[in-house]
Nanobody, 123 residues
Framework: QSQLVESGGGLVQPGGSLRLSCVAA????????IGWFRQGPGKEREAVSC????????YFADSVRGRFTVSRDTAKRTVYLRMNNLNAEDTAEYFC????????????????WGQGTQVTVSS
């Protein structure tokens, strides 16, 4: 069964950092762009970042650009989202998703989803 599994979430103080991991089980990530999405309390799900199949291109939402980075290790079937200088607005459930095509901000176009990992930014 093909699935994605996120980890690395937790409680962090404002200004802190976290690294989320997204591991693929049952399939290779080589042919998939990987998107990161988040859904905060009372908010709609939004696109945060995406990394292309080769890792050569990365995209970020305006709200996280300059603070978040994304990378992938194909051999480990893992994509990482490094989040720095976190603030309360970053509090959300974070999801990774795989798309057998180029990056897109349309969450409906992704084929595989993880179960999510909670990130809470609070003092």
């Amino acid at each position: 069964q093909s699935q994605l599994v996120e980890s690395g979430g937790g409680l962090v103080q404002p200004g802190g950092s976290l690294r989320l991991s997204c591991v693929a089980a049952g399939f290779s990530l080589e042919d998939y762009s990987i998107g990161w999405f988040r859904q905060g309390p009372g908010k709609e799900r939004e696109a945060v970042s995406c990394i292309s199949t080769s890792g050569g291109r990365a995209y970020f939402a305006d709200s996280v650009r300059g603070r978040f980075t994304v990378s992938r290790d194909t051999a480990k079937r893992t994509v990482y989202l490094r989040m720095n200088n976190l603030n309360a607005e970053d509090t959300a459930e974070y999801f990774c998703a795989a798309r057998n095509a180029a990056c897109s901000g349309d969450d409906g176009s992704y084929h595989h989803w993880g179960q999510g990992t909670q990130v809470t930014v609070s003092s």
